[in-house]
């Protein structure tokens, strides 16, 4: 199950601005894993939106930006496009005493109205 | 162009086994850290394994003990050997590369292949 909370869905209309948030814990954002966000359009891969919690890889428009503030990152699109609806996942790092466990958030599906 | 091309998924029954294969072109497999993540049907993503470039594996408590990554070298190429599957298994597994400038993100991603364990 992932440990990552987000929530289920968003919407707005064209042009305007959301954000999605992505809750961890003492374990994993809360311990200073960097958070990296994917979107996923239906039927594809999931693709890099941000990486190290703020970074946007080459091609990704500067209308995506990520945030992290203690246990929590959040995403947020501004001048939302229709292109834009798709599922969107959060991943981090968790502790473990048994090797690296990459988690994910629950994902979230924006809609665009 | 830097891809990754996932081959070997396919139906299987409760209890059988399967290898993914994971062709990679535009960089090297051994060089990176390469994982598998993998999709349930209508669910959302899960890490199920990776190995480093110096060769250590760790893997997922839910498929500890039953599945396999390897690589092979002169290929270019990361597996996933599959055994005991269960229904649970069912998803589409995709390979991704876990890329060290960004901050450990995955980069690069394939297209994905289904598998379905059913009888």
């Known amino acids: 199950q992932s440990v990552l909370t987000q929530p289920p869905s968003v919407s707005g209309a064209p042009g305007q601005r959301v954000t999605i948030s992505c809750t961890g814990s003492?374990?994993?954002?809360?311990?200073?894993?960097?958070v990296h966000w994917y979107q996923q359009l239906p039927g594809t891969a999931p693709k890099l939106l941000i990486y190290g919690n703020s970074n946007r890889p080459s091609g990704v428009p500067d209308r995506f930006s990520g945030s992290k503030s203690g246990t929590s990152a959040s995403l947020a699109i501004t001048g939302l496009q229709a292109e834009d609806e798709a599922d969107y996942y959060c991943?981090?790092?968790?502790?473990?005493?048994?090797?690296?466990?990459?988690?994910f958030g629950t994902g979230t599906k924006v809609t665009v109205l | 162009e830097v891809q990754l091309v996932e081959s070997g998924g396919g139906l299987v029954q409760p209890g059988g086994s399967l290898r993914l294969s994971c062709a990679a072109s535009g960089f090297t497999v051994s060089s990176n850290y390469m994982s598998w993540v993998r999709q349930a049907p209508g669910k959302g993503l899960e890490w199920v394994s990776v190995i480093y470039s110096g060769g250590s594996t760790y893997y997922a408590d839910s498929v500890k003990g039953r599945f396999t990554i390897s690589r092979h070298n002169s290929k270019n190429t990361l597996y996933l050997q599959m055994n005991s599957l269960r229904a649970e298994d069912t998803a589409v597994y995709y390979c991704?590369?876990?890329?060290?400038?960004?901050?450990?993100?995955?980069?690069?991603w394939g297209q994905g292949t289904m598998v379905t364990v059913s009888s």
């Open positions: 991943q981090s790092y968790d502790s473990s005493l048994s090797g690296p466990n990459y988690v």
């Open positions: 991704a590369r876990d890329n060290r400038s960004f901050y450990d993100a995955f980069d690069i």
């Open positions: 003492s374990s994993n954002i809360g311990a200073g894993y960097d």
